[in-house]
């Protein structure tokens, strides 16, 4: 059973700066998609970042493009988003996602791909 804990939310002045963790634990080493995302009131959730094990690439929304970097600990039980000059419009609670079966790279994009979802964190900003 995999479990992801997120940590590092808070409520910050637009420019500001904030990294988000995802402590993962559970059986599975090897997670083929590792994303997270954001959901605003009255939004749907959508991806921020995610990081794709088949080819060791990641991607990065459009909305957030030069602002953030997903990473992740050599241990591969902790996953990052760092989060830059951040915007009114980033205030949403942030969530991580795995899913360690197989899938192609494009898939990581979709909510619908991930059977495990941490309880979120909130990110606010004024």
């Known amino acids: 059973h995999v479990q992801l804990v997120e940590s590092g939310g808070g409520s910050v002045q637009a420019g500001g700066s904030l990294t988000l963790s995802c402590v993962v634990s559970?059986?599975?080493?090897?997670?083929?998609?590792m994303g997270w995302f954001r959901q605003a009131p009255g939004k749907e959730r959508a991806v921020v970042a995610f990081?794709?094990?088949?080819?060791?690439?990641?991607h990065i929304d459009d909305s957030v493009q030069a602002r953030s970097t997903p990473s992740q600990h050599s241990d591969r039980n902790t996953v990052f988003l760092q989060m830059m000059n951040l915007k009114p419009e980033d205030t949403a609670m942030y969530y991580c996602?795995?899913?360690?079966?197989?899938?192609?790279?494009?898939?990581?994009?979709?909510?619908?791909?991930?059977?495990?979802w941490g309880q979120g964190t909130q990110v606010t900003v004024s």
């Open positions: 559970g059986h599975t080493y090897i997670r083929y998609c």
């Open positions: 996602a795995a899913e360690p079966t197989n899938c192609l790279r494009g898939a990581c994009c979709s909510v619908d791909t991930y059977n495990y």
């Open positions: 990081m794709y094990h088949g080819d060791g690439s990641s």
